[in-house]
């Protein structure tokens, strides 16, 4: 980095830790804080600043990293706008289209960057997808499946209650819709279904399954499947892909340098991590942090963040009312792209 960046991360949980080395690793001053008792020991094992307050841990920061549960996101961010500082976001931004998009408006208005944590992106196996699909190497694409699989996140019971977390359909298969939107543009309509436990408390377990189906305006049609699984379940991604040229396909569980992270955690067994290369929260954190002092903008934008949040309010709506739901994308786009 070319100068020192001061960092607030804001929450103490596992994402938490995992942002934290990335930081320190770029030589960040990092300060901590959160609501939770959890800060203090965070700060001592990893030997950086706990914040007294949410106040003194934004004053004279460059950056705020924001890992809390969702419904915490906008308030946060717009603190931190105020205080000048730009932000990166964990996924989703908002639980709502309406907040992700005053979020984004916001940082446009404060002249400071937004940068949602979809981390997706920066896995190797998508990185190579996305130059695959964007170069044409696989022609006209016709259909792409994706699935993502993991324990139920019961070591958090606000994971399990769709009014802080949005369920599986926006805590988890955000992932996926966001990648699909990356590989083949805007989504129209959204078709999708959810079964299982879909309300807290969620008892040790527990199983949630999702399903989408997406249209996009190009006329590529994806399928977005999502399980959350009782507590032996490990870690799976997959991803099929057909064009005209070819089909690219992809199992996690497959990949011979694959771990896990957290050994037998449970809060570890739905993060994949490290042995592919460097791990891609420490690429997505230092590709953010070169884009806060004046480098080229990172893979993913605010506009992505928000268009994120709207598939996947969509989908809840579809899978609440068993129709397909219209997805209204023209909206973010009255943000400039400058703005991030």
Do not use: N
């Not at 955000?174 to 989504?187: N, P």
């Not at 377990?205 to 997406?214: D, E, H, N, Q």
């Not at 507590?231 to 997959?238: D, E, G, K, L």
């Not at 929260?281 to 993913?300: H, K, L, N, S």
């Amino acid at each position: 980095m070319t100068k020192t960046l001061d960092v607030a991360l804001i929450g103490a949980g596992f994402i938490a830790r995992t942002h934290l080395p990335a930081w320190i690793a770029l030589g960040a001053r990092v300060r901590i804080f959160s609501t939770d008792g959890h800060a203090a020991g965070l700060a001592e094992e990893f030997g950086v600043m706990e914040a007294a307050s949410l106040r003194a841990a934004l004053d004279g920061v460059t950056v705020v990293d924001i890992c809390t549960p969702t419904t915490t996101h906008r308030d946060i961010a717009l603190a931190a706008f105020q205080a000048q500082a730009d932000v990166l976001c964990e996924k989703p931004l908002a639980l709502t289209a309406a907040d992700a998009l005053v979020m984004a408006e916001a940082a446009q208005q404060a002249g400071r960057r937004l940068y949602p944590g979809h981390v997706v992106r920066f896995f190797p196996a998508y990185v190579r997808l996305h130059e695959a699909v964007t170069s044409g190497k696989l022609g006209r694409v016709a259909v792409a499946r994706f699935t993502r699989t993991g324990r139920y996140p019961t070591w958090s019971p606000w994971f399990a209650d769709p009014a802080l977390s949005g369920g599986i359909v926006t805590d988890q298969m955000l992932h996926d819709m966001d990648i699909a939107r990356w590989l083949f543009g805007d989504v129209v309509t959204v078709h999708a279904a959810q079964r299982g436990q879909l309300t807290a408390p969620a008892p040790e377990g527990a199983v949630a399954v999702g399903s989408a189906t997406l249209t996009h305006a190009s006329g590529v049609i994806s399928q977005v499947l999502g399980v959350w699984g009782p507590p032996a379940t490990p870690f799976r991604s997959t991803f099929h892909v057909a064009g005209s040229h070819g089909t690219l396909t992809h199992d996690s569980l497959a990949h011979p340098s694959l771990r896990m992270a957290g050994g037998p955690i449970a809060e570890g067994d739905g993060v994949p991590t490290g042995g592919f290369g460097e791990d891609p929260f420490a690429t997505q954190i230092r590709e953010f942090a070169a884009a806060c002092q004046g480098g080229p903008d990172p893979r993913v934008s605010a506009l992505d963040g928000v268009a994120a949040v709207r598939i996947a309010a969509a989908a809840r709506q579809s899978a609440a009312t068993g129709l397909a739901v219209a997805v209204d994308e023209a909206h973010p786009h009255t943000l400039m792209e400058g703005s991030h």
